[in-house]
């Protein structure tokens, strides 16, 4: 079983950056693609970013040029760097892991964190 951990959410100011943080645990803590997910109140949970064990990054066009991911494997910790915050981007953040390369769909992540609230203010 793999647990993960996010942190780094908050409440700030629009323009502002945030730096979110995943660290998954258990047996299988590292190995694993991790990807970065969000869930507006009464919307449904959208890709955002997503790194694979090598580096490679694919990111969501709606945060592309705004948000990083990055990933310690040394530590088992994925980040997501979001600067240029907006409104829009209020939701609740959420780390998931899988198998495999990269995929953008929810259902193709097996383990999923708690989530983490980031609010953005106008």
């Known amino acids: 079983q793999v647990q993960l951990v996010e942190s780094g959410g908050g409440l700030v100011q629009a323009g502002d950056s945030l730096r979110l943080s995943c660290k998954s645990s258990?047996?299988?803590?590292?190995?694993?693609?991790m990807g970065w997910f969000r869930q507006a109140p009464g919307k449904e949970r959208l890709f955002v970013a997503a790194?694979?064990?090598?580096?490679?990054?694919t990111v969501a066009d709606a945060v592309k040029g705004r948000f990083t991911i990055s990933r310690d494997n040394a530590s088992n910790t994925v980040y997501l760097q979001m600067n240029g915050l907006t409104p829009e981007d209020t939701a609740v953040y959420y780390c998931?892991?899988?198998?495999?390369?990269?995929?953008?769909?929810?259902?193709?992540?097996?383990?999923w964190g708690q989530g983490t609230q980031v609010t953005v203010s106008s």
């Open positions: 998931a892991a899988k198998n495999g390369n990269i995929l953008i769909r929810r259902n193709d992540y097996r383990f």
């Open positions: 790194i694979n064990l090598s580096g490679s990054t």
């Open positions: 258990g047996r299988y803590g590292g190995g694993f693609t």
